[in-house]
């Protein structure tokens, strides 16, 4: 194929797609919308994990209490180790005074009971952050395993319960991006489909007097394309003015709530690559293959 | 040029177009199908065109085995065909000066020469003032013009025309079968199916008679309707 | 019946394809109008069927006045009317029997009647065999004639035909043009645009020419060409 | 209009559906793909709901301290009184002893300091478990205001926390439905916007030859309710399978985990309500509406 034929098959797909309004308008409608649709739900799941994680990691603390036995050198190096722990992000000691005023403070106003004792048969024990909250359970056992460690507790019973939430909507993200992702594919490429058909006769003629399928296949793709790009590049701007401005009004407080999104910068790639891979691959493919039938003749 | 050899085709809803036709049409011939509505004219043309395929028989074209060759070289048979269809087929989205110049587009020609060629065709059938025009904006007549100077354009060396004055006024018409007339005297081979019997009668071509799907004369400089029963059958 | 009235049309695109017509077409007339291709005759038709609309001046078909009437009575008028297009415009997802059967259903006909109808028809324009097919499946000359069945199913006061004829051998045209020469014998307003000239010539009927958009002859009795210049303006 | 017409045109309607196969097919597949997209999500958020609602009733305890001066009578009262609460759906008490074991479990092996000491000294409490998120923070308001109620406590730190996810999912699942909704909407409109553009010559043609818009119009709008009603029935059992396949799966515990699936049938009025709502009514209003614009010739 010859360079002047490339330029021609470029230029006469712009064309058809401009003179086609009508048909055009209402593919990029539907490819718009489904890329949204998409791209909504891949914005929410990462900002659903975000806010699980961080909600999790706010309660993830277990608490490592010491032998009441060891002394400070022997706390310390537990500490060394507790902090060698790849899964740890935080390491809190309380101290026998603490642990004591902790203790007061479960008794409530009985805590007077508890004056004058000593703090020493209080154990020290470490508050820890874990930073993901699928190894809680292996760190807690490891920690256990620790020379020095008496024991290890959850600071709150819900912690398995909660690490299955987060578990679950990470399958079921991952699971609905894919379905989501096959719809959007399915809806474009029928939706192709359908604009193709709509010029089945055209497809005709042109074979008829004498065009290569490669030759009527080509403005068709282009067509696709540009469809698919201008579907991804509204769905685009829609999701990032929608996006910014929910994320604004959240951080100015308006809904009283310190709920806080993923900044769009830090995900920004993701939705643009999606959209304009499915959007301009699907448009292209499906319509290079829509038209094979109706070339035919 | 064109060669059937015991050509029969069974459309596939029953209908027997055409069945045991033989037929050779030479280079540089200029020739007439000539029959009533249904007799199987414009089923001839599309098996030439590999539009429809034989149910039995062979039919060769320029060189061309149609019955048998491959998919992928069709779109080159056909380009070395000008082609007038009966129901015209232009491209209804592309203006009169484009749905000419896309003839020249897929022979890959270049844009200087498509420049240069498609307004003179245009001239040619008259329709200068129309190159900007829509199909769905020109009269029958004038549509069945754009078709011709499609079908001319890449000076084919078979120009293949069903009924193309189907929708011409008398004086249109004779304009376009002298065009014709030129450009056989230049060499090429022309096939055309027409009802006009004042036209078949004032060329005295050959005349290709069907009927029911039979060829039922063959005759050099024949008129439209048969007065000479010795001509009958010859090839 | 149909009455021209000072009408001009000029095209979106700046085609003027009538200017200053005037016209007057009485109940149970048999009128040709004849001219060169782009002339303007299928424009005046698509006036009468409001197909497009009137630049100046006034249509009046059948007591309606088409240049003001309301969008909802356009069914009303267009069902007055039997039409032979000159592209046919049957539905291509119909069969020929439910092409000519649609034109009786949308007139809410009885279906026992559709059921006697439309056979009876399609034998009398020689389609009988060809009632299960759809349009793609026949030839031009069978599709036009289809078209002509529809125009004629519900025995329309008035029968308007772009070229009936102009996909039709010589003799199914003449059995064409009898039928409607029947039909008008028992009061049938025709109109018929055409460029066959020995079907004007033969039938000497009124004869309306048209060139360049204006009316250059009306003339009773009249011929393809002009031998009487006597005869140049009638109204 | 007359009644053979009416079956003439409802016939029409079936038969175009029918002979206009690969289109028909195509539309069925993007109104399946859009509507299956709204489904999915309307059991997800059904049952992301169910599920942290789950979560939280667990955790939505609060404990209610009687004044440890209370008798026996005045804190049989206070239940009574706690357990007219129309938010409050199980009360327990914790008696004097079991008070003291929770000390003494809370000084672990140091509870031994406690032994000899009366339990007189702790207060009884209530467990109250809440019925709905929502309402926990007005109900502690309530019960501080009781009369013999010393004071009110969360049993976890992390309610309103969890009681924000809460209300934010419904916030974003209420918003997502009707994103979706509209999507739908869009997206099946425009297809039958489609494949009525690839018919507009024979939509032409039948007002030329004096056929009235309703006419014509009818069958069409018959056209797009079989498509939206093969699309919906498609969609259900699609949606049907998977739901109950993922829930039997679940239920027989392979994934290993106690994750319990609303049972189908109990929403399943919704999901085909809502699926035979949109595909009929979208697919023909739609298509009414699309032929719009080629009817006026
Ligand atoms: N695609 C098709 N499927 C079935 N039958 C067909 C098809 N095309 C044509 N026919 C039938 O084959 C016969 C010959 O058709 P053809 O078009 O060759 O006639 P023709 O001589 O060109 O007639 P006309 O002068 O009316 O154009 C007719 O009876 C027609 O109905
Ligand atoms: N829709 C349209 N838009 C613009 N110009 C048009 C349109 N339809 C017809 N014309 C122009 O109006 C003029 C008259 O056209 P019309 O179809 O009336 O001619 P005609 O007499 O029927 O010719 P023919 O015998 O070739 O059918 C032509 O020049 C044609 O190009
Ligand atoms: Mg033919
Ligand atoms: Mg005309």
């Known amino acids: ?297 | 040029m064109v060669k059937f050899e015991n050509v029969t085709k069974l459309y596939e809803n029953g209908t027997l177009a055409l069945s045991g036709v033989n037929l050779k049409i030479n280079k540089g011939d200029f020739a007439f199908f000539i029959g009533p509505s249904g007799s199987g004219k414009s089923t001839l043309i599309k098996l030439i065109l590999r539009e429809e395929e034989t149910t039995e028989g062979d039919v060769i074209v320029n060189g061309f085995n149609v019955s048998t060759m491959r998919r992928k070289d069709i779109p080159h048979l056909r380009r070395s065909i000008g082609v007038v269809f009966q129901d015209f087929r232009l491209l209804p989205g592309k203006t009169v000066y484009e749905n000419v110049a896309f003839a020249m587009q897929i022979v890959e020609a270049m844009p200087k020469e498509i420049r240069r060629r498609v307004p003179m065709i245009l001239g040619l059938v008259g329709l200068s003032k129309k190159a900007s025009a829509y199909p769905n904006q020109l009269s029958g007549g004038e549509q069945q013009r754009v078709a011709l100077a499609r079908a001319l354009v890449n000076n084919p060396a078979l120009l293949v025309a069903d009924e193309p004055t189907g929708n011409l006024d008398p004086e249109t018409s004779w304009g376009i079968i002298k065009l014709l007339n030129d450009i056989n005297q230049m060499g090429t081979t022309i096939i055309v199916a027409t009802h006009e019997k004042s036209i078949v009668d004032a060329m005295k071509k050959r005349v290709i008679a069907l009927s029911k799907g039979e060829i039922i004369r063959d005759q050099e400089k024949g008129l439209y309707e048969n007065e000479d029963k010795n001509h009958e059958i010859h090839n």
Chains 1, 4 share one sequence.
């Open chain 1, 1 to 297: 194929m010859k360079i002047r034929t490339t330029k021609y098959i470029i230029k006469d797909g712009i064309i058809n797609a401009y003179r086609n309004k009508l048909m055009s308008l209402a593919s990029i409608i539907i490819v718009t919308a489904s890329l949204l649709v998409f791209g909504i739900f891949l914005l929410i799941s990462v900002n659903i994990k975000y806010k699980i994680d961080d909600v999790m990691q706010k309660q993830l603390q277990i608490e490592v209490y010491c032998d009441s036995k060891l002394d400070e050198t022997q706390v310390d190096s537990l500490e060394v180790q507790i902090q060698k722990n790849q899964y740890v992000s935080d390491v809190r000691k309380v101290t026998k005074e603490e642990a004591l005023e902790r203790c007061k403070k479960l008794l409530e106003e009985n805590g007077k009971i508890l004056e004058g004792y000593d703090q020493s048969f209080l154990p020290e024990s470490f508050i820890i952050k874990i930073k993901d909250p699928e190894h809680i359970k292996s760190v807690v056992e490891d920690f256990k395993k620790l020379q020095g460690v008496d024991d290890v507790g959850f600071l709150e019973d819900n912690v398995v319960e909660l690490s299955s939430i987060s578990y679950w909507t990470r399958i079921i993200s991952i699971l609905i991006l894919i379905i989501l992702l096959s719809v959007s594919i399915f809806i474009i490429s029928n939706t192709i489909k359908l604009t193709v058909f709509a010029r089945r006769r055209e497809i005709n003629i042109m074979k008829y007097i004498g065009a290569t399928d490669l030759f009527i296949r080509l403005p068709f793709i282009v067509e696709g394309i540009i469809i698919g790009f201008i579907g991804a590049v509204i769905s685009f701007v829609i999701t990032y003015y929608f996006y910014t401005t929910i994320e604004g009004q959240v951080s100015k407080g308006i809904v009283g709530e310190n709920f806080n999104f993923i900044d769009i910068n830090s995900i920004v790639l993701y939705v643009i690559g999606s959209y304009f891979i499915i959007g301009t691959m699907v448009g292209g493919i499906g319509s290079g293959i829509s038209i094979r039938k109706y070339l035919h003749v």
